[in-house]
């Protein structure tokens, strides 16, 4: 499936005040920016170029994110909810993903073989330092509010997937505003996000399998 595998206030100082180069710095801030957001949400447009079969197509729909506190832990869920031009549901949980489409009768769970891939998809929406655990991290430019990135994979997991990746944040909020990655076999994928929505109340169950279950 090609679907798979962004704060609060203006700040008087851009991110690159200083020194423009210290890449270190400018995540940090924008992990600081983003650091006590619990929950979010936002619509995005997602493009697939897939050069082996010369395809093209274009997705739409919308974007929820949930931090919840467990213990000592903090989890991360991401649900992606596709409404044009077929509908589906894909949540990405730590431990997995899960795939939801209307013909199915229950949705389909793949546990994840590995937690890298968790702390890589969460790192770029709620602590984007944590980017170079996975990437060589270089800042490509910055104008109109908004800072882009170039990420070189370094880690075995992230050279397992991506050839190269591109990501731009939003020095206003913290959050991603395009997600651009390049797998090994070409296919291209971007994923633009607009309208974000910060600390919105969203449903308890949103991010399991039981908000799938049909009335009887």
Same mark, same amino acid.
Request: glycine share 4%; with cysteine; aromatic share 12%.
């Given at each position: 499936?090609?679907k798979?595998? #962004?704060l609060?206030?203006?700040?008087?100082?851009?991110?690159?005040?200083?020194?423009?180069?210290?890449?270190?710095?400018?995540?940090?801030?924008?992990? %600081?920016?983003?650091?006590?957001?619990?929950? *979010?949400?936002?619509?995005? @447009?997602?493009?697939?170029?897939?050069?082996?079969?010369?395809?093209e197509? &274009?997705?739409?729909?919308? /974007?929820?994110?949930? @931090?919840?506190?467990?213990?000592?832990?903090?989890?991360?869920?991401? @649900?992606?909810? $596709?409404?044009?031009? &077929?509908?589906? !549901?894909?949540?990405?949980?730590?431990?997995?993903?899960?795939? $939801?489409? &209307?013909?199915?009768? &229950?949705?389909? *769970?793949?546990?994840?073989?590995?937690?890298?891939?968790?702390?890589?998809? #969460?790192?770029? #929406?709620? =602590?984007?330092?944590? /980017?170079?655990?996975? $990437?060589? !991290? =270089?800042?490509?430019?910055?104008?109109?509010?908004?800072?882009?990135?170039?990420?070189?994979?370094?880690?075995? *997991?992230a050279?397992? #997937?991506?050839?190269?990746?591109?990501?731009?944040?939003?020095?206003?909020?913290?959050?991603?505003? @395009? +997600?651009?990655?390049?797998?090994?076999?070409?296919? %291209?994928?971007?994923?633009?996000?607009s309208?974000?929505? *910060?600390?919105?109340? +969203?449903?308890?169950? $949103?991010? %399991?399998?039981?908000?799938?279950?049909?009335?009887?």
């Amino acid at each position: 499936m090609k679907k798979i595998l #962004f704060l609060l206030f203006a700040s008087a100082f851009t991110l690159l005040a200083g020194n423009t180069n210290d890449v270190d710095s400018v995540l940090a801030r924008l992990t %600081d920016k983003v650091k006590d957001l619990k929950t *979010f949400t936002a619509d995005f @447009r997602q493009l697939d170029k897939d050069p082996l079969f010369m395809d093209e197509s &274009e997705h739409k729909g919308k /974007l929820s994110f949930l @931090r919840q506190a467990n213990g000592n832990t903090t989890n991360c869920f991401l @649900r992606f909810d $596709y409404l044009e031009p &077929e509908k589906s !549901v894909t949540i990405l949980a730590p431990n997995g993903v899960l795939i $939801y489409t &209307e013909d199915m009768t &229950e949705p389909q *769970f793949s546990p994840s073989r590995d937690v890298n891939r968790a702390d890589m998809v #969460f790192s770029t #929406f709620v =602590s984007p330092k944590a /980017l170079k655990r996975h $990437y060589d !991290v =270089s800042i490509a430019k910055s104008e109109n509010g908004r800072i882009s990135f170039k990420l070189a994979p370094r880690s075995a *997991f992230a050279k397992e #997937f991506f050839s190269e990746a591109e990501v731009d944040f939003s020095e206003k909020t913290g959050l991603p505003e @395009r +997600l651009r990655q390049i797998k090994l076999n070409g296919q %291209d994928i971007t994923i633009h996000f607009s309208s974000p929505a *910060f600390n919105v109340s +969203l449903p308890t169950n $949103y991010f %399991d399998a039981s908000c799938f279950k049909k009335a009887k």
